[in-house]
Structure formats: C-alpha cells, structure tokens
C-alpha cells in the first residue's frame, strides 16, 4: 500500500482517488475549494451530461486534440463504467439525444453525491480548502507537495487533476500548468474552447436571443471554408453562440485568437438551393403582391430577422412588393444564403466551457498517465492537452485519464 495525493477534487480527481483507493493505496485528495465537484455542478447547464453512450470509435472521434493518447485510458474505463458506478451509487441515469447521458433527476448534484459516496465507502481522506502549491520533487521523483500554507506533505505519488483554465471560479485556475512546467514540462499555448464568438456588425444587437435551428454555418478565411455544419446557433448581445458556434471554436479558437480573419456565413435555407428559395420567394411574393415588402417575409423568416433582412437588402421596406425587381429579388435570396457575420474575438475563458492546450501528452506515458519526466508524479484530466467536443465526452476524457492514474500509482 502506498500513499497517494491527489490535487484536486474536480472530475478527474475524484475518480484517480476512487481508482487508487480501490488497488488499496491510502489516498487524500487536497481541494482548493469548500467542496468537491464545483464545476460538475454547473455542467450541462446544471443536468450534468455525464458521458455518451456511443460507441469507443465515436467516443474518440469527438475528441479533437490527441485522441490516439486515450486509447489505454477509454479502454481501462469506459463510458459504461461511470455509468455503472453512478448507478450503484444509487444516482439513475438516462439517454438522450445523440447519446447523452443525464441523471434521471437532471440535477448534477446527484452525480457529485455519486462520486463523494464511492469516496466515502473507499475511506478517501478529503482536505477541503487547501491549495496546492507546488510538487516537492528529489532528483527525479515526486515525493509529496507544498500546500500555499507553507505545509509540506509527503507521499509516494502526487496525482495532479487541477483542471484547465476556463470558469475560474470553480476553482481551476491553471495552478497545474504552473506545477507542470515548474518540474520541467511544456504547456502549449492555452486558448479558451467550446466558446462563443464577438461580432462585428451592428445589426446582431438586434438579433440578440434569437435562436436559429436548421441552418448551416460555414467558417471562412478569405476563400478558404475552414469548418461548417448543420444544426442550431443563437444570437447574443455581443456575437454568436449555440450549438453550431461552440463545435467551430474547438477548430477555429487558435484562429481567431491569432487574429486571423473569420467570416461566418449562415445559409438560412440550407434545404434549398438558390433557384428553389427563389421560386419559394417568387411565390410568396405572388401572394402578396400589392403589400408592402416588409410585409411579404412572415412565413419566410422570423420576426425578429425580417427588419435586419430588410436592412441587409437595400431594398425600401415600404416598396410594393409588385414594384421589386428580379435583381432586387436575386440579392434577397442571395442574403437568405448567405448571411455574413464578422468574428473580431472569442469570448474569455470565464465562458469558456474548456480549455484548449495544457500539459504536453507526449511528455505522459498514455498507459498509466505518470509523466515521463518525473517518477511518481501523474497528470490527468483537463490539465493534459486534451479537449473535445460537448456531448459528455470532456468528462469522460476526465474520468477515464484519472481512473488509469488511479490504479497505475505504485
Ligand atoms: C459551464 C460548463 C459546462 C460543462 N458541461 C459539461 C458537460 O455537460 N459534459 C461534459 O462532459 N463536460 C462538460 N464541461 C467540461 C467539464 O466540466 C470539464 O472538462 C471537467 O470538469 C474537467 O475535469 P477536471 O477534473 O480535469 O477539472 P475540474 O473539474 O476543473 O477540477 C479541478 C479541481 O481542482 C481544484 N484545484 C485547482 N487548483 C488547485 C490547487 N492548486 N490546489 C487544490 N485544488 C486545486 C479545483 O478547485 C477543482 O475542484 C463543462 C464545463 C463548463 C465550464
């Protein structure tokens, strides 16, 4: 039996003391915070999205950075794992769409009380309201940490699961890129993921609150179509959000940040070509043919898009819609397929729902999470160069890497 510290009590880890504790280690986790699990808590707005119940090759698919170096951690501990463990735990769980994994009772906290239960049972020591400060390394191998107090405590394994960079507030606020680097690892430049954008155009303070469901957002730089895809999106007092928006940051934050120049294109009517929205418009028009253009939109567009469409167009919204030229009709269905948003910015990481970047992977042995740089030492969850898309798969990357810790310390 050895003695294992664990920094932090977030996803990750919970679930290394959880491993570790089960080989038989004595295990203390140190949590900077009053309690465990506070970013669980606000997690898939407030339901905790658990994992995902898809298939290890989709699983691994959704996570965008250095998937190949989960291999050993999603096959040691599976999405049905933390499932199963929640389960026993008493905490339901269900199903939804595209395989999301809630608590039945769609409160996180169920899934934070699962987790400090299994703690319980495996007699896992928790010091609440301790920063960790620094790994106390001899020669080349970790033998315990340095609280910000001043307090030394010794240890056969440090596991570090101090989580990446985003909301702050809960309590991860890159203390472990900080310790990595003091014990000579490299970090990669941090940028913050799964976020939101600024825009440019004036007109978007307009649309602040709408949500748009079955467009196609393309991203571009210059000519170059650099990501898109189908589905929903929002419209904020700064920018773009949703669906749509998060999925392009994982891919375009490093991007954006650099400054480079981002346009979004919205396609608004991605089922219909050019020539079928003109022959829709066409008809709509036909129909109402002696009002005014303004007037002529209602079943095309929401209401809220129809004065900024309008706008958009340059055409004179008190026009008679029998007086609209087959010109001015072109740019109108030009601009339903087209809709240019600037992106100047992503939001900051305290909007951030990741961190992209962190400790350099090939810097940790992938099948046991210990760094290759210093003996007895461990780095897991979102603190590692890891990130993924949402659907459950940033808290498996959490768990999975902390379980394999766990059961690896020695
Ligand atoms: C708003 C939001 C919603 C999200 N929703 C989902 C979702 O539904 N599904 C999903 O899969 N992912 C979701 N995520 C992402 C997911 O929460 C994280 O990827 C995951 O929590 C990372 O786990 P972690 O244990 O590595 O880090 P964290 O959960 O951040 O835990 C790190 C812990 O370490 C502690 N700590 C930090 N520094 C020190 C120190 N020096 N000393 C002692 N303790 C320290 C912190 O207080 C914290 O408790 C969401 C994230 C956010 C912000």
Do not use: W
């Not at 191998?141 to 990446?164: C, F, P, Q, R, S």
């Not at 978007?204 to 179509?225: H, P, R, T, W």
């Not at 773009?240 to 940051?249: D, F, M, N, T, Y």
């Not at 939001?347 to 290759?372: D, L, P, Q, Y």
């Amino acid at each position: 039996m050895s003695k294992v510290i664990v920094v932090g009590g977030g996803a990750s880890g919970m679930l290394a003391a959880i491993g570790a504790a089960e080989c038989g280690h004595s295990v203390t986790i140190y949590e900077k915070n009053e309690k465990l699990g506070k970013k669980i808590y606000i997690t898939g707005k407030g339901r905790c999205n658990i994992t995902n119940a898809s298939e290890m090759d989709v699983l691994l698919k959704n996570v965008i950075r250095n998937n190949k170096f989960l291999y050993s951690a999603f096959y040691t501990y599976t999405n049905d794992s933390i499932v199963a463990l929640i389960n026993e735990m008493g905490v339901e769980t269900k199903i939804e769409r595209g395989n999301r994994i809630f608590p039945v009772s769609d409160k996180s906290s169920d899934v934070i009380m699962a987790l400090s239960k299994r703690l319980k049972e495996l007699g896992v020591d928790i010091k609440y309201n301790s920063i960790a400060k620094s790994v106390i390394v001899k020669e080349t191998t970790a033998i315990g940490i340095e609280l910000e107090n001043g307090n030394k405590i010794y240890a056969d394994n440090v596991i570090v699961a101090t989580g990446g960079y985003s909301y702050q507030t809960t309590g991860s606020s890159g203390d472990g890129y900080r310790m990595a680097k003091e014990v000579g690892h490299n970090v990669t430049k941090i940028y913050p993921s799964l976020v939101p954008f600024n825009a440019k155009e004036e007109y978007i303070k307009e649309l602040q609150g709408l949500s748009l469901k079955n467009v196609k957002a393309a991203f571009y730089c210059g000519d170059k179509e650099l990501y898109s895809e189908f589905g929903e999106m929002l419209f904020t007092h700064f920018g773009v959000s949703g669906p749509i928006v998060l999925s392009a940051s994982s891919y375009l934050t490093e991007k954006i940040s650099n400054n480079e120049n981002i346009t979004m294109k919205i396609d608004l009517k991605p089922a219909l070509s050019f020539e079928a929205l003109d022959a829709r418009v066409t008809k709509d028009f036909s129909s109402n043919i002696n009002k005014d253009f303004r007037n002529s939109l209602n079943d095309l567009l929401p209401k809220k898009l129809i004065p900024v469409i309008i706008n958009l167009a340059g055409i004179d919204e008190f026009k008679k819609v029998h007086d609209i030229t087959r010109e001015e009709r072109h740019k109108l269905v030009l601009l339903l397929k087209c809709l240019e948003v600037t992106i100047t910015s992503t939001r900051g990481f305290n909007e951030a729902i990741i961190t992209r970047g962190g400790i350099e992977v090939k810097e940790i042995n992938s099948s046991t999470m210990e760094s290759k740089i210093i003996k007895h030492l461990f780095f897991t969850g979102e603190v590692l160069d890891l990130d993924a898309l949402t659907g459950g798969y940033n808290l498996q990357i959490a768990y999975s890497t902390g379980y394999l810790a766990g059961i690896s310390v020695y």
